[in-house]
């Protein structure tokens, strides 16, 4: 049975480890391994530690195993009361296409940040692309470029 609940401090080593399993597996099919490796250096779990003092951080938790499987954290976008952003959504490679990543998102957008929001923003890997457009986020300002994708409330 999958569960979720807020991040905790001792999350996380498993966190970081569920985060780079993920990107090493799955987002290695559209970015080198040294430019993964770059951004593995900050998502880090003192990193995730600091976040989580700015930004509400859910993980999901498979309970026949008792192992985190899933995470994904929203914040203030810039510190503004009416925009917010979604960050580091991750589900573990094992997990993918069984609706998790569809769960998370929903737990996400039911979070003070996403409903005080009028807009919300995700900065998205080419990887999670098709799968933030399936959830309702389209490009920022119609830039398929930078890959800055929202949604307005």
Request: overall charge positive.
């Amino acid at each position: 049975m999958i569960k979720h609940r807020t991040f905790k401090d001792p999350d996380a080593e498993e966190v970081a480890n569920v985060v780079k399993e993920t990107m090493l597996t799955t987002n290695i099919r559209d970015y080198s391994k040294e430019y993964l490796d770059n951004d593995l250096k900050r998502l880090t779990a003192q990193d995730f530690i600091e976040r989580a003092k700015y930004l509400h951080c859910y993980v999901f938790i498979d309970n026949s195993i008792n192992k985190i499987i899933a995470v994904g954290s929203i914040g203030a976008y810039w510190d503004k009361n009416d925009e917010s952003s979604l960050f580091n959504i991750f589900v573990s490679p094992k997990y993918q296409r069984q609706g998790i990543g569809k769960q998370l998102i929903q737990v996400l957008e039911q979070d003070e940040y996403f409903t005080r929001a009028k807009r919300i923003e995700i900065p998205a890997s080419i990887t999670g692309l098709g799968f933030y457009q399936k959830m309702g986020y389209s490009f920022k300002n119609g830039n398929s470029i930078l890959y800055r994708l929202e949604k307005f409330n």
